[in-house]
């Protein structure tokens, strides 16, 4: 520390004008922006989804050749979720789930309950799954960012979507027929179609989401 010189005055010099907090940017509508979307894939161990693929697969007796064909995945993309190097995203999951005639959580590894899901614009959390004697129900937390749409494969015959919005504004259903809810509105549709979810404007969707599964006889 440099000694003080005798023009050195041990009072301190007076405070200056104390600086602000810089503030939050803000949208063009004055919202905060939402954060970045995170990427595609799932949360869980993706070399055990691949197995029960596999596994699914084989019992069916159809080659991967096969199924990536009637999925409308590439192969090069099913051979990596069968060998767990590739974190597939929800709308894979979904497009091989439904040629394989089975729900979701069919493939998904270990306890069921918490894991995540996610695709072009829906992150989906599962809370639980319900067994009853026709039918398997799935129940997500989901959230919908702002921005493009995700289109989502059609599920197997029979499956319907029941969706409930608890914040922003939802477009969902069929790809060529969307319904609209806003919070606390709800939608239903029948999900053997090509859908899509959407958030309507720049703020997130919360929603709960409901697949029901019809038991195949």
């Known amino acids: 520390m440099p000694a003080r010189t005798p023009d050195d005055h041990p ?58 064909r009637l999925a ?27 040629q394989l005639g089975v729900p979701l959580t069919a493939v998904l590894s270990g306890p069921p309950a918490g894991q995540t899901v996610r695709g072009a614009a829906v992150s989906a959390t599962l809370l639980e799954v319900f067994e009853e004697a026709d039918a398997t129900y799935e129940l997500y937390r989901m959230r919908v960012a702002p921005g493009p ?40 549709w029948a999900s053997d179609v090509p859908h899509l979810y959407a958030a309507v404007g720049d703020e997130e969707v919360a929603a709960s989401l409901l697949l029901r599964y019809p038991r195949q006889m």
Do not use: M
């Open 11 to 68: 009072s301190a010099a007076p405070p200056g004008p104390r600086a602000e907090a810089p503030r939050p940017a803000r949208t063009a509508t004055g919202r905060a922006p939402v954060a970045a979307a995170e990427p595609a894939g799932v949360d869980a161990d993706t070399p055990a989804i691949g197995r029960r693929v596999r596994a699914l697969r084989e019992a069916h007796g159809i080659s991967l050749s096969a199924l990536a």
């Open 72 to 98: 409308g995945v590439g192969k090069a993309t099913l051979s990596g979720l069968e060998n767990g190097t590739r974190n597939p995203t929800l709308e894979t999951l979904y497009a091989v789930t439904a």
């Open 149 to 188: 749409s995700q289109l989502s494969p059609a599920h197997q015959p029979g499956v319907t979507e029941h969706v409930t919005v608890f914040a922003g504004v939802l477009r969902a259903g069929p790809a060529d027929a969307p319904l609209t809810a806003a919070a606390g509105g709800h939608l239903r």
